[in-house]
């Protein structure tokens, strides 16, 4: 064990690791909403079989974690599934960022329960008071006398907020639901929760062959007592807005989009990557956001 | 009477408990084991992951640990073996030292979120090298700073006084004494001990998910400024925020293997190297 | 003369490297406590410090109102900590005990290094075990819907603290003079009764150590309860309710939390207060081992 030896073996590991230092390659980092994440990387993926030059770095985080990290300049493209608070809007502008937003998905944001609930639909008011915590047991919705087991996401999730807002009317979230990592753990906790309810993208309700996932079922949801209850699944209800918890899906730049974000952004409202969005349980872009979009290119 | 029966009731009840231990550990390896062994492959080590990582490997997982290790190494390694040798060797033994040695010894404990922390507002923020290797290199190596020093000191400390006496007395100055009487035979404890830090420092997840660890890169990271994949995140990922968790159950679990059989190996390496000094000291 | 000059010129030269490295080593460790404190400090302007400390309601992204109480994490800390101390004390030191008294040498040269090996497993794996084994397990035992709780929590906890107890529980055991033993069986005590009855009360001092390291592996844990104890932020109402700790908080936050703003700064503060909890509790430990090793000498 010569300490010499030690020594010129260190510095060999060492200039083997420093190489390129800082050479940085340019790949356009997209991070943000956890719903969209699988979306984003199907697109990116796609995307990328035809520009190879371009190369797209797919992070997930939840939308507060990609719309905090393009106010750190820390991503070049945030993906979120709620629209910017004012607050952060401000802050963007305070560090010289202005955000450009563009919708590149719609949303019908599920409230999925195990499918032994006898449970199947429920009207807006009810799913805010469950979430609330002011109703604990299923039997007060006409369902047994089970109690209430509330799956949720974090404060970093986009879908958190959106649902905070139009499903509780920007009241707390109660302090037992069970704030989860990411779609994929709601829906994997629901289905082996008899007693469980949680609310997901459409997108990850579906099987790849674009079936309903085995042990969830789908709520149908009113807007109010009285009113016919839609499905997500239902794209005439969601386009209309008859279901009442559509939402748009974003993407922002940090200022005017250009060169390979550019790019990628004309991918995602393309024919093409549109095409991937019903693919992946998601509903294509209407014509109003087109024009929205087509504006804050400039 | 009474004595042999309740002798040999708690005796059975102790017997209980090691085998409850090894009931645990067995029932890991095994679930593990057999769950990731049928997916590891050629492929699943040599290739990246494909079609939104459902599919594929997870090679530049496996490329990315290693590469945010040496990082680690060259921090944690080479300050390790000088602080302790300057500690053990040549600093008086006052207070202050005692003080400090405490201080290091603790600071092993420290939560690893913590390191995190400082991660993040150090290097990524303040020196501005941004979430990449190096970033979380450095914070690995700092979490594994103390634990270095401390398996450092113990080797020294290991060497009976007679031998640096020895060389003192022969006219040898203090480093040439530390060189030829000391180290060589301090060594081998050294770098176990340290071998044994950097494998902790591989499995860590929490240090480099703000400070560079990325969920899904489609090339390699080519320079120290850039992202990486690495393999305990990527189980964390696989594990709880991948889009369709049940049906890359597999593939978490083969990630688990390999990580599990990376860290077997290097604590292993270390065991039979400490096994062999041990036998050869008994002699 | 020339030769004496440049070989005392080299050692101080070696001399000085040395202390600087062992000074930026020692700087750089002390450092992580202020930079924690600095960060914490601009917290406490927006947050009233009885709040931070006594409120039950971490909300900081609340659309009413936006809350800094860090009671409940704390208690659920705690609470899965002990449930883990509750599990792995008993049994460690049953382990440490049936190796330093009862097995065989061979036992033992296999055992050792097998618990070593134990010690080693990262914690995310072991989150991981707790979500696919431990979990469902877990449910259909107490008959409940779901398995992230705190529990579950306390039962990976305990197995990432045990080989702490255990290597250094048997090392107090072994530590006792055997004159101690000798003593008690001469008199006609069974060797359970010395075991016991002497050898465990006079390692006592070096359990309690262990028995701390143990506890400060737990408290510190992040990834293994950020997977396994279903994050529910609320105050813990029963060891079957999922909890949420302050590890786990952090861990989820820090990523969507904007730099330099109250949350930040909060998340920083909850930190310093890991630091100091785990920094105490290893410092004691570490006393109280100091101590012991100096009566025993």
Known sequence: MNFRKVLIGFICLSLLAAGPVFAKKKMIQVKGSDTMVNLVQVLAEAYM??????????????????????????????????????????????????????????????????????????????????????????????????????????????????????????????????????????????????????????????????????????????????????????????????YPVARPLFQSSAGTPQGAVLDFIKFAISEEGQEIVEREGFFPIGSSHQEENKKNMK | MKKKITQFLGFFFLRVCLYTVLAVLLLFLFDIGSKGGKVISWEFLSQAPRRGMTEGGIFPAIMGTFLVTIITAILAVPMGMFTAIYLNEYAKQTRLTRIIRLSIRNLSGVPSIVYGLFGVILFVNVLRFGTSILSAGLTLGLLTLPWTITASEEALKAIPNSYREGALALGATQWQSIR??????????????????????????APIMFTGAAFYLPFLPKSLGDQFMALPYHLYVMATQHHAISQVRPLAYGTALVLLLLILIMNLAVIIVRYRLRRVKRE | MKRTSWIKLKESAIRAFLFTNGILAVVILVGIFFFLLYTSIPAFREVNIKEFFLSKNWDPTS????????????????????????????????????????????VREVVKPIVEVLAGIPSVVVGFLGIVLFGPAIAEVFGLSNGLNAINGSILLAIMAMPTIISISEDSLNAVPRAYSEASLALGASRWQTLIRVKIPAALSGIIAAVMLGMGRAIGETMTVLMATGNAPAFPKSFLSSIRTMTATIAIELGEVPYYTTHYYALFAIGLVLFVITFVVNLISDIILHKYQEREL
């Not at chain 1, 030059?53 to 945030?78: E, F, H, R």
């Not at chain 1, 309700?205 to 149908?220: A, E, H, N, W, Y």
């Open chain 2, 180 to 205: 030829t009487n000391v180290l060589p035979y301090a060594l081998p404890g050294m770098l176990t001990g340290m071998v044994l830090g950097l494998s902790r420092a591989a499995g860590e997840t």
């Open chain 3, 63 to 106: 659309p009413v109102k936006a809350e800094f109480g860090i009671l409940s994490m704390v208690v659920s800390t705690l609470m899965v900590t002990l449930g883990a101390l509750a599990i792995a004390v008993p049994i460690g030191i049953g382990v440490a005990s049936y190796l330093s008294d009862v097995a065989h040498w061979r």
């Open chain 1, 49 to 242: 079989e035809k520009n190879r030059q371009n190369p797209i770095a797919v992070l997930g985080g939840g939308s507060g974690t990609g719309i905090a990290a393009l106010i750190n300049g820390t991503c070049d493209i945030a993906s979120h599934s709620r629209p910017m608070k004012n607050k952060e809007i401000e802050m963007a502008k305070d560090r010289g960022v202005i955000p450009h937003r563009f919708i590149i998905a719609v949303d019908g944001l599920s409230v999925i329960v195990n499918e032994k609930n006898p449970v199947s639909k429920m009207v807006m008011d009810q799913i805010g008071a469950i979430y609330r915590g002011e109703i604990t047991n299923w039997k007060e919705v006409g369902g047994a006398d089970w109690p209430v087991s509330l799956y949720g996401r974090q404060s970093n999730s986009g879908t958190y907020v959106f649902f905070q807002e139009h499903v509780l009317g920007n009241q707390n979230y109660s302090q037992d639901m069970k704030q989860m990592n990411g779609n994929a753990q709601i829906i994997e906790g629901v289905s082996k929760d008899k007693y469980g309810i949680g609310y997901v993208g459409v997108g990850y309700t579906l099987d790849s062959d674009g079936t309903v996932r085995k042990g969830i079922k789908i709520i149908m949801v009113a807007k109010n007592a009285g009113a016919t209850a839609y499905s997500p699944l239902d794209k005439a209800a969601v386009d209309s807005g008859d």
